[in-house]
Nanobody, 122 residues
Framework: QVQLVESGGGLVQAGGSLRLSCAAS????????MGWFRQAPGKEREFVAARNWSGSNSYYAASLKGRFTISRDNAKNAVYLQMNSLKPEDTAVYYC???????????????WGQGIQVIVSS
């Protein structure tokens, strides 16, 4: 069983940056693809980014590539999401997830954090 805890969210002005962190415990962190998803009010949960177990490949939602960067540190059992040039439409609850299959489909992820709020003001 893997436990995931997100941190680093909050309120930021449009154009600003935030770095989300996700700390994992339990299980073998390095064997999982780690992903970030988000859910805005009234919308479905959507894929943001994922990084495979070795960190050799990263995947992004097309609309976010270039502004968001996912990274992981297997030695620290942590995954990060650097978010730059934030826009009000990035406002959402952001979730960290771990799965053996990974990819953009949330069904491929077995473990989820509780989510953390990000609010981007205009």
């Amino acid at each position: 069983q893997v436990q995931l805890v997100e941190s680093g969210g909050g309120l930021v002005q449009a154009g600003g940056s935030l770095r989300l962190s996700c700390a994992a415990s339990g299980g073998t962190f390095s064997s999982y693809t780690m992903g970030w998803f988000r859910q805005a009010p009234g919308k479905e949960r959507e894929f943001v980014a994922a990084r495979n177990w070795s960190g050799s490949n990263s995947y992004y939602a097309a609309s976010l590539k270039g502004r968001f960067t996912i990274s992981r540190d297997n030695a620290k059992n942590a995954v990060y999401l650097q978010m730059n040039s934030l826009k009000p439409e990035d406002t959402a609850v952001y979730y960290c997830a771990a799965g053996r299959r990974g990819g953009a489909d949330s069904k491929n992820y077995d473990y989820w954090g509780q989510g953390i709020q990000v609010i981007v003001s205009s």
